[in-house]
Nanobody, 123 residues
Framework: QVQLVESGGGLVQAGGSLRLSCAASGRTFSSYTMGWFRRAPGKQRELVAAITSGGSTDYVDSVKGRFTISRDNAKNTVYLQMNSLKPEDTAVYYC?????????????????WGQGTQVTVSS
């Protein structure tokens, strides 16, 4: 069993930055693919960024060049650095873990989820 706890959300003006953190329990964290999803009001949950155990990453087109996902296996933590934030980035952001170790965009492929953290970007 893996427990995920997100932090770092908040209110920021457009153009600003936030860094989200996701602390994981469990000894097998380093083998999991970790993903950051978001759900905006009235929209489906989408994969924003993911990182494999080996450090391979993938991003949704709308955040490429602005967001960076990283992980620190020694601290059992994955991060999402968000720069040049836009009002359309406003959403609840969720951390998720996939035991298979590959990057998949389907939310149902992920085995464990955090409770979510709100990010609000004002114009």
């Amino acid at each position: 069993q893996v427990q995920l706890v997100e932090s770092g959300g908040g209110l920021v003006q457009a153009g600003g930055s936030l860094r989200l953190s996701c602390a994981a329990s469990g000894r097998t964290f380093s083998s999991y693919t970790m993903g950051w999803f978001r759900r905006a009001p009235g929209k489906q949950r989408e994969l924003v960024a993911a990182i494999t155990s080996g450090g391979s990453t993938d991003y949704v087109d709308s955040v490429k060049g602005r967001f960076t996902i990283s992980r620190d296996n020694a601290k059992n933590t994955v991060y999402l650095q968000m720069n040049s934030l836009k009002p359309e980035d406003t959403a609840v952001y969720y951390c998720a873990a996939d035991r298979t170790g590959v990057i998949r965009s389907n939310m149902y492929a992920y085995d464990y989820w955090g409770q979510g953290t709100q990010v609000t970007v004002s114009s």
